[in-house]
């Protein structure tokens, strides 16, 4: 009894004991804060891109990696079809040691799996992206559905990448937008998921949050992505790139992006400016808007599709002129600014119903959403067409303002 007692301890010590057999060090992992993804095109003499080196054989992928000379540029072939840019933060600029906020590699190849396993031939560390913030998509992918579709399942399928990370799209190349180092926060990623957080954020951009774009790809194969812009020493996420179909079909300015985040119902508050004439002059208005609520409505007594959209808002003027003969506390004024905040959105969101169904024929506003869940009926009858229907329907714009403050008075 007494050795049964002793062997139970020692196999209850061991199992307690038991360490990770596959563990690995904080300081062995490369922490990919942001990631970019182009489609690989031959450099300018003098660049240099590592490369997929040697044929594949029975299926397996060749992991040694090309030797990186100017002399031996990758070729333009199947197994060098996307090129991706990973940004690591510099432990030693953290700890005032280096100058350098940033370690950008470059490399080319098939897949993301297989480039991340290439890039450790040079990197001394395990390519991890459980801490990744960003993901940036050069233009010439997503305009191409195929090469498209291969990122998002790929992305989707890795364990470690968070479906709360911000995607967004770039024109031109995703690496322009990653080597730049903002004069805010030199560190890329983490200055872009600063971005997409700030609760501060114009709804000029839209969301971006990865596993809402999945969410309406999986659904319909349509959906709205923020558009970040390069500049010398800062980038901008304003505007955004429409997917049809899984591919790129054109863009959105920034007004036609909030004019779209208003109808979906998702624009932050955010503001817009009016132009309010008097007998004497005309005053530039600033206002500030919350946006309370947005509404479809079907017309089931039409013959066809009609629907009407109600928005309401709150506003609180920011500006107006400093001129005692002007009041704001009058009513009459608060309604006159209030009539030119409800033209200028309706003329914006007209104009953007525009724009999507004739150029883009894409119902990304969410009536395809609206109408499958309550009017079932009718869904199921025009489902398959819809792609067909949506641009020959009609739509209604009704605004509704209420401007509840005029900021401090005398």
């Not at 054989?57 to 060749?62: I, K, L, S, V, Y």
């Not at 950008?104 to 480039?115: I, R």
């Not at 309401?312 to 107006?320: H, K, M």
């Given at each position: 009894?007494?050795?049964?007692?002793?062997?139970?301890?020692?196999?209850?010590?061991?199992?307690?004991?038991?360490?990770?057999?596959?563990s690995i060090e904080i300081d062995q992992r490369g922490y990919v804060m942001s990631l970019g993804i182009d489609k690989y095109e031959i450099p300018p003499p003098g660049e240099v891109v590592e490369e997929e080196d040697g044929p594949?054989?029975?299926?397996?992928?060749?992991?040694?990696?090309a030797v990186p000379t100017a002399a031996r540029i990758p070729e333009d072939s199947p197994r060098n079809r996307f090129s991706f840019t990973y940004v690591i933060p510099n432990v030693e600029f953290l700890v005032g040691e280096s100058e350098n906020p940033n370690i950008?590699?470059?490399?080319?190849?098939?897949?993301?799996?297989?480039?991340s396993?290439?890039?450790?031939?040079?990197?001394?560390?395990?390519?991890?992206f459980g801490h990744m913030k960003v993901l940036v998509i050069g233009e010439d992918v997503a305009r191409d559905a195929h090469m498209f579709r291969?990122?998002?399942d790929a992305i989707e399928r890795d364990a470690f990448i968070s479906r709360r990370i911000s995607v967004a799209i770039a024109p031109g190349l995703a690496r322009e937008v990653l080597e730049v180092e903002p004069l805010v926060n030199p560190m890329t990623g983490q200055f872009m998921a600063d971005l997409f957080r700030n609760k501060d954020r114009s709804p000029r951009s839209g969301g971006g949050i990865m596993g809402d774009v999945l969410q309406d790809l999986h659904r319909w194969g349509n959906a709205v992505i923020p558009r970040a812009i390069a500049g010398e020493e800062d980038i901008k996420v304003a505007g955004s790139a429409v997917i049809k179909d899984y591919r790129l079909v054109?863009?959105?300015?920034?007004?036609?992006?909030?004019?779209?985040?208003?109808?979906?119902?998702?624009?932050?508050?955010?503001?817009?400016?009016?132009?309010?004439?008097?007998?004497?002059?005309?005053?530039?208005?600033?206002?500030?808007?919350?946006?309370?609520?947005?509404?479809?409505?079907?017309?089931?007594?039409?013959?066809?599709?009609?629907?009407?959209a109600e928005?309401?808002?709150?506003?609180?003027?920011?500006?107006?002129f400093f001129d005692p003969q002007h009041n704001l506390l009058e009513p009459q004024l608060i309604r006159e600014l209030e009539a030119l905040v409800c033209k200028k959105l309706e003329k914006e969101m007209l104009t953007t119903i525009q724009k999507l169904q004739k150029e883009f024929q894409v119902d990304?506003?969410?009536?395809?959403?609206?109408?499958?869940?309550?009017?079932?009926?009718?869904?199921?009858?025009?489902?398959?067409?819809?792609?067909?229907?949506?641009?020959?329907?009609?739509?209604?714009?009704?605004?509704s303002t209420r401007i509840r403050r005029v900021g401090l008075t005398k």
């Open positions: 009894m007494r050795k049964q007692i002793i062997l139970w301890i020692i196999l209850t010590i061991t199992i307690a004991l038991t360490g990770c057999w596959d594949e054989e029975d299926g397996d992928m060749e992991e040694e990696a950008v590699y470059n490399t080319v190849g098939q897949n993301l799996y297989s480039a396993r290439i890039l450790t031939t040079r990197l001394n560390k395990q390519v991890f291969e990122i998002l054109g863009w959105l300015g920034e007004v036609e992006t909030r004019a779209l985040e208003i109808i979906r119902g998702t624009a932050r508050p955010g503001g817009l400016t009016v132009i309010h004439e008097s007998q004497d002059d005309e005053h530039i208005v600033p206002v500030d808007l919350v946006y309370l609520s947005s509404k479809f409505h079907l017309d089931e007594d039409s013959d066809t599709i009609r629907i009407k928005f309401s808002t709150d506003g609180q003027v920011e500006q107006f990304v506003l969410g009536i395809d959403h609206y109408l499958s869940k309550y009017h079932p009926g009718l869904w199921a009858e025009v489902e398959e067409d819809w792609q067909e229907i949506f641009p020959n329907i009609e739509i209604e714009v009704d605004v």
